[in-house]
């Protein structure tokens, strides 16, 4: 019988998954992680990414994070996210739109917009829709 570890992924509106899973695949603030069961534990910030709970050899769910908090336990995972959404609920077309206006406004030499907060949602698009690619690639 394969080994599991239990994972919360919880954002601040909601719970958005619960349950089982045989790995989980985290953007930790020094790089990607990969936990197992029993692995030692952790506790790390997350950046905006992919979140990817693999619950089988033939299933997985991937989530997108705009960052936050992973607490690993021996035998428990609990992902503490900013926000989070199913890959297969990414609006795709936000997402572009969100990436549009970061990239204008980065463009923008006249000083008055924010340039870390344009960079930071530059970010979160381009995340969105690299979480939304893979998904689809991986056909989820």
């Known amino acids: 019988m394969t080994m599991t570890v239990h994972v919360d992924i919880v ?4 719970e958005i998954f619960s349950g089982l899973a045989e790995m989980v ?3 930790a603030e020094l790089g990607e992680v990969g ?7 952790l506790i790390s910030r997350l950046r905006p ?17 705009s960052g936050g908090i992973i607490e690993v336990q021996p035998h428990i995972v609990t992902v503490l996210a900013d926000s989070a959404i199913r890959a297969k609920d990414i609006d795709e077309a936000s997402a572009l739109e969100a990436k549009a206006k970061a990239e204008e406004a980065l463009a923008d030499k006249t000083g008055k917009i924010d340039y870390a907060t344009a960079q930071a949602q530059l970010l979160e698009a381009v995340m969105q829709l690299r979480t939304l690619d893979r998904f689809r690639k ?3």
């Open 11 to 14: 954002s601040a509106e909601k």
């Open 25 to 27: 695949f985290a953007p």
């Open 35 to 41: 936990i197992s069961p029993r692995h030692a534990p």
């Open 49 to 65: 990414g992919e979140v990817r709970v693999k619950v089988s050899d033939k299933e997985s769910y991937p989530f997108y994070i």
């Open 138 to 140: 991986r056909g989820e």
